[in-house]
């Protein structure tokens, strides 16, 4: 499984994302053609080969043009639910800007949605969070992790005055992840900005694995240079080395609950971590009619998955057992249907270079069949013959 990591150690911002994007593949021309994409109008993109500390990084730059008025955090939520992006950037960015409202809402006691960003800054956050989001689709990674986020030290100007690092909104949203420090070198001024405090809780599950293989690494390029550290954001690529693992398996059995809420439970338990969910009706006491619903999760995350069974479902008990689980290599594919439409395709190596299997993701399938008016079934299949002619492709 080909997975991502970033490398918060001096910090992470929008910017500095983006740029270890691009450093690591991920086009310049689509990063160009994002702001046209998003509707708005005289933003100039400018990409730069630079050096942090002697070391060759990626820097992205957003030339703005002068802004009428500012805008609150609900419009840019409505400018992201309409945007030409698949449902996968769409949710992870509407979620990112919902939790900058609710972070800043609490420092400033206004109500979420109303939380003002001001002109440039509104336009650069919707860049910078779309962007990022959408980079990582265009990676194809399977899932992403972080290392432990530098916040940096000292003071933030700003709007009011002089505030301390971390500023309050990115403590908030900072709530609950391991933090750097301790590293011995003092990372100057705001190291990790909300916009990248945001970032890294929509899109990353937590520590990396246990066992991983490095493939690449690049780097992005935050705004200053000081002369003792490299101000960017490091991004890495590998591979999870373990073809086997151990996972725990979660069961419980139900009897109370309306059977149209299990979908809302397993994308619950699919958010905190778990690797499937099943469910099948069952006969329980008294002859009650019920469902079984079968979790598999990572061991280090049974705990957070069992607390999301328990929160959204009505059982009272939950059993568990540890089990081994062999798997096939697997990565992702991102296959571009139009300038506009893409679909992920999953992709699966045969033991003893037996070939591989693909399939695609179901819910881009949905979203690209309704944006190109044509069957699911058709789309599937087009993204899937794509996907085959990529990777033999690949192998030549």
Same mark, same amino acid.
């Given at each position: ?104 809402? $609490? ?11 001001? +002109? ?209 290599? $697997? ?42 008016? $044509? ?20 192998? +030549?």
């Amino acid at each position: 499984m080909r997975i991502a990591i970033l490398d918060p150690a001096a910090g992470i911002s929008g910017d500095m994302t983006l740029g270890a994007l691009l450093s690591v593949g991920v086009p310049a021309s689509w990063l160009e053609a994002l702001p046209r994409r998003l509707g708005l109008a005289g933003v100039a993109v400018t990409i730069r080969d630079v050096r942090r500390c002697g070391v060759s990084c990626s820097q992205v730059v957003f030339g703005i043009p002068e802004q009428p008025h500012g805008r609150h955090v609900g419009e840019l939520v409505r400018l992201v639910e309409g945007a030409p992006v698949s449902d996968w950037v769409k949710e992870r960015a509407v979620r990112a800007f919902r939790l900058i409202g609710a972070a800043e809402g $609490r420092v400033h006691g206004v109500a979420p949605d109303q939380v003002h960003l001001h +002109e440039v800054g509104a336009v650069d956050a919707l860049l910078d969070i779309v962007g990022a989001i959408e980079g990582f689709e265009q990676l194809g990674v399977e899932s992403i992790y972080h290392l432990p986020i530098a916040v940096g030290n000292g003071w933030v100007e700003a709007a009011h005055g002089k505030l301390p690092v971390p500023a309050p909104a990115t403590a908030i949203l900072l709530e609950g992840l391991e933090l750097a420090g301790g590293s011995g070198v003092p990372i100057e001024g705001e190291a990790t900005t909300p916009t990248g405090a945001a970032l890294v809780r929509v899109l990353s599950t937590g520590a990396p694995p246990a066992r991983w293989r490095l493939q690449q690494s690049g780097w992005g390029a935050g705004q200053r240079n000081p002369p003792h550290y490299p101000n960017a954001l490091r991004l890495l690529l590998a591979e999870q080395a373990a073809e086997a693992g151990r996972v725990v398996l979660l069961a419980t059995d139900v009897d109370d609950m309306s059977p149209e809420y299990v979908e809302p439970l397993r994308q619950a338990l699919v958010s905190a971590g778990a690797l499937d969910v099943q469910t099948w009706p069952v006969q329980m006491k008294k002859g009650r009619s019920g469902f079984r619903v079968e979790v598999m999760a990572p061991e280090e995350l049974a705990e957070a998955v069992t607390a999301a069974l328990f929160r959204h479902s009505t059982t009272a008990g939950v059993r568990r057992w540890v089990a081994e689980r062999a798997t096939l290599p $697997r990565r992702q594919v991102t296959i571009q249907l139009s300038p506009d439409v893409a679909v992920r395709v999953k992709v699966l190596e045969q033991p003893d270079a037996g070939g591989v299997r693909v399939k695609s993701e179901y819910d881009d399938v949905l979203a690209a069949a309704r944006a190109l008016g $044509r069957p699911a079934l058709e789309i599937a299949r087009a993204a899937e013959r794509d996907a085959e002619a990529l990777v033999a492709k690949s192998k +030549e």
